[in-house]
């Protein structure tokens, strides 16, 4: 597609429910990124995807929360047991690495999840 | 501890004039910064980047200057124009990491 593609645009869950939600990063982009924005707050770094490399999960804020990346491609990111402050936009993003950094990371519409 | 600060929650200016957004940082290993507008109920859209090998970098109506011994930069938008209302981010990665780090976001409504 022509940019990130994020589902569900909405998401409504009851407290204590898992949820999964899908990101389509650009085409051939090799990197993919979660972020979050509460209400209020900026983005939220949580989790990135680098081609075959170990993600780097260092801003995932409890083991409730995962991610995979299957064939380099499509994301999901799985929150088990949701909480009330898990309410928030979820945001993926993509972009081409490059070397030695500089990359210029395009985002998808986000995600907006509230837990009841 | 707040790695990317945007001190000014909102900015408001007249269309025409210039809009000064500001950000500073403390991370003396931010070497790439990035600023992204965005609107209600979508995704930032990237505006401008700058590297901290320059100090200046300017696209059309936007310029982004930085001072890296300020650990500060700031984004000039002139003239402003109303389409340019929106929720600014500024954003800051190191070389060896992929993740950004970004303010809070400063709104500015540009006035008619």
């Known amino acids: 597609g022509a940019g990130v593609s994020q589902s569900p645009s909405n998401k409504v869950t009851e407290k204590g429910k898992d949820v999964e939600l899908r990101c389509d990063p650009i085409?051939?982009?090799?990197?993919l990124y979660w972020y979050r924005q509460s209400l209020g707050q900026g983005l939220e770094f949580l989790i990135y995807?680098?081609?075959?490399?170990?993600?780097?999960k260092s801003g995932l804020p409890s083991d409730r929360f995962s991610a995979e990346r299957t064939g380099g491609s499509v994301s999901t990111l799985t929150i088990q047991r949701t909480q009330q402050e898990d309410s928030a936009v979820y945001l993926c993003?993509?972009?081409?690495?490059?070397?030695?950094?500089?990359?210029?990371?395009?985002f998808g519409a986000g995600t907006r999840l509230s837990v009841l | 501890d707040q790695q990317v600060k945007q001190n000014s929650p909102s900015l408001s200016v007249q269309e025409g004039r210039i809009s000064i957004l500001n950000c500073d940082y403390t991370?003396?290993?931010?070497?790439?910064f990035l600023w992204y507008k965005k609107y209600p109920a979508e995704g930032p859209t990237f505006l401008i980047s700058?590297?901290?090998?320059?100090d200046k970098n300017e696209d059309g109506r936007f310029t982004v200057f930085l001072n890296k011994s300020a650990k500060h930069l700031s984004l000039h938008i002139v003239p402003s124009q109303p389409g340019d209302s929106a929720v600014y981010f500024c954003?800051?990665?190191?070389?060896?990491?992929?993740?950004?780090?970004f303010g809070q976001g400063t709104t500015l409504q540009v006035k008619p």
């Open positions: 993003a993509s972009s081409f690495q490059v070397p030695g950094g500089g990359n210029i990371q395009y």
């Open positions: 085409s051939g982009h090799t990197a």
């Open positions: 995807f680098q081609g075959n490399s170990a993600p780097d």
């Open positions: 991370n003396s290993m931010f070497d790439y």
């Open positions: 700058i590297s901290s090998i320059k």
């Open positions: 954003a800051a990665s190191a070389s060896n990491t992929g993740k950004l780090i």
